[in-house]
């Protein structure tokens, strides 16, 4: 789950609960300096600037925060919510470990520059959505780097994450293009893409950005606006009906999408041609 916020720019002591997920909290805009403490306990106050971390674990204990901007700048956040059944899921697949066994570190104040580019583009996609499936096919790739980006650099266990080096093969690969091809116009997720080939998630992402160059994101709408530029070519079917049948339901994020790749809008390149 990705929310943007613009925030007060003075909060009071606020107690906030601990939850179920993993939390991750960026400041986007503003300077602020920022007090939290455990229920009973002494504040800490840090002085936070934008692209600055908090790390909250799944089942934290609650906190009370509060906070005074520095700065004229607008005050505005970035929250990012991980499933802790997502995030054990990864600790199985990528290191065999029990996930009760691998704990998430708390942070505040922290720098990364992985985590700010996952952020940031989840954000954009937040902004800008993709067609549905092809946001959810991003968001899921992300999600599942962020879970293997924590479990490498934030848990208390540090633990050693099996990696494969190698590439997709020809076969595979071509497998997976004609699954696709087979599938467009129809919600393609990562998983079911993974699965095809007998990968997990996590490691199919990574084996097909190491093989191709692309996310399964940006791969599967290059096929799709491939096919739409043959259809444009070859048929008079409506705009409408074209971005149907390369699964892009919405005829204006078909248009954004083509556009953005190609420079020009459908319309104008059935014109053209």
Not at 229 to 257: C, K, M, W, Y
Request: with cysteine.
């Amino acid at each position: 789950m990705v929310r943007s916020y613009h925030e007060p720019s003075i909060l009071e002591e606020t107690l906030f609960p601990g939850g179920p997920d993993i939390y991750l909290v960026m400041v986007t805009s503003g300077h602020v300096e920022a007090s939290e403490r455990k229920i009973g306990g002494p504040w800490t106050t840090y002085d936070i600037h934008a692209g600055d971390w908090y790390l909250t674990p799944a089942g934290g204990e609650p906190y009370a925060l509060r906070w005074k901007c520095l700065s004229d700048e607008p005050l505005k956040t970035l929250h990012l919510h991980l499933s802790a059944n997502l995030f054990a899921e990864t600790v199985q697949q990528v290191v065999d470990r029990d996930p009760a066994r691998v704990a998430i570190m708390e942070r505040s104040g922290l720098q990364d520059p992985l985590l700010t580019h996952i952020g940031l583009n989840l954000q954009q996609e937040l902004q800008h959505p993709a067609a549905s499936d092809l946001g959810q096919l991003y968001a899921t790739t992300a999600t599942h780097m962020l879970a293997a980006h924590l479990l490498r650099h934030y848990t208390t266990t540090n633990p050693r994450i099996r990696e494969y080096n190698r590439m997709l093969s020809s076969r595979q690969l071509q497998r997976i293009t004609d699954f696709i091809h087979a599938h467009l116009d129809q919600g393609l997720s990562l998983e079911m893409l993974a699965r095809h080939i007998g990968f997990s998630p996590y490691h199919f992402a990574r084996l097909f950005r190491q093989t191709t160059g692309e996310s399964p994101h940006q791969f599967v709408l290059r096929q799709r606006l491939m096919v739409a530029q043959r259809l444009l070519t070859e048929t008079d079917l409506p705009l409408v009906d074209v971005a149907l049948r390369v699964g892009i339901p919405n005829q204006s994020h078909f248009t954004q999408a083509f556009k953005r790749r190609l420079g020009i809008t459908p319309h104008v390149y059935r014109q053209e041609r």
